[in-house]
Nanobody, 121 residues
Framework: QVRLVESGGGSVQPGGSLTLSCEVS????????MGWYRQAPGKQRELVARITDGGSIDYVDSVKGRFTISRDRAMNMVYLKMDSLKPEDTAVYYCNALVYVTPSSTFTDLWGQGTQVTVPS
């Protein structure tokens, strides 16, 4: 069964850094896109960053210049390096991937279990 396995959350002081990792576990054919979302208490889930198969990258404005998304296509992994963290970055971060399990299947929208990132004020 295909699933996403996340790691790397934790608590860090303002200005610190964390790197999140996410692996697509299981047999898949192709991954057109991967990304990271976050959800803070009382707020809607928002896109943080995404990267396509072709290398196109998007960031939400609030993290531009501080966060870097990257992808290891050979290992089916995506990373989010977070620098200069702020208290407002506190949230549960979710990995997301659009995958084709087989060449003839429709795409599947996968979500990780979420990992907590806490930046105390």
């Amino acid at each position: 069964q295909v699933r996403l396995v996340e790691s790397g959350g934790g608590s860090v002081q303002p200005g610190g850094s964390l790197t999140l990792s996410c692996e697509v576990s299981g047999s898949i054919f192709r991954i057109p896109g991967m990304g990271w979302y976050r959800q803070a208490p009382g707020k809607q889930r928002e896109l943080v960053a995404r990267i396509t198969d072709g290398g196109s990258i998007d960031y939400v404005d609030s993290v531009k210049g501080r966060f870097t998304i990257s992808r290891d296509r050979a290992m089916n992994m995506v990373y989010l390096k977070m620098d200069s963290l702020k208290p407002e970055d506190t949230a549960v971060y979710y990995c997301n991937a659009l995958v084709y399990v087989t060449p003839s299947s429709t795409f599947t929208d996968l979500w990780g279990q979420g990992t907590q990132v806490t930046v105390p004020s």
